[in-house]
């Protein structure tokens, strides 16, 4: 099984930016890709971003294309989601994802994923 813990939630500003991490660890632990997915309070769990083993593909929701950065540590087993311009609407509990194996030609949904975190808090306030 694949243990994934996030960190680097917080409470901040519009404008201002945040890096998210996610460790991951447990025997089961390969080559698949990660990804980052979102929930704000009264919606579904959406997509945010995931990036390929070699950190050679990557893929963003259009909401942060262009803001986000999806990037990964494989000696640290460890994807990072550096957050600019943050949004009052980035609000959400940002989750990690792992076990991603499609392609990169179409938004993965939650169920491609095999493994979560607990999510980390990211509030933007006005």
């Known amino acids: 099984q694949v243990r994934l813990a996030e960190s680097g939630g917080g409470l901040v500003q519009a404008g201002d930016s945040l890096r998210l991490s996610c460790a991951a660890s447990?025997?089961?632990?390969?080559?698949?890709?990660m990804g980052w997915f979102r929930q704000a309070p009264g919606k579904e769990r959406e997509f945010v971003a995931t990036v390929s083993w070699s950190g050679g593909r990557r893929y963003y929701a259009d909401s942060v294309k262009g803001r986000f950065t999806i990037s990964r540590a494989n000696a640290k087993n460890t994807v990072y989601l550096q957050m600019n311009s943050l949004k009052p609407e980035d609000t959400a509990v940002y989750y990690c994802a792992y076990g991603y194996s499609g392609d990169y030609s179409y938004t993965p949904t939650v169920a491609e994923f095999g493994s979560w975190g607990q999510g980390t808090q990211v509030t933007v306030s006005s």
């Open positions: 447990g025997r089961s632990f390969s080559t698949d890709d």
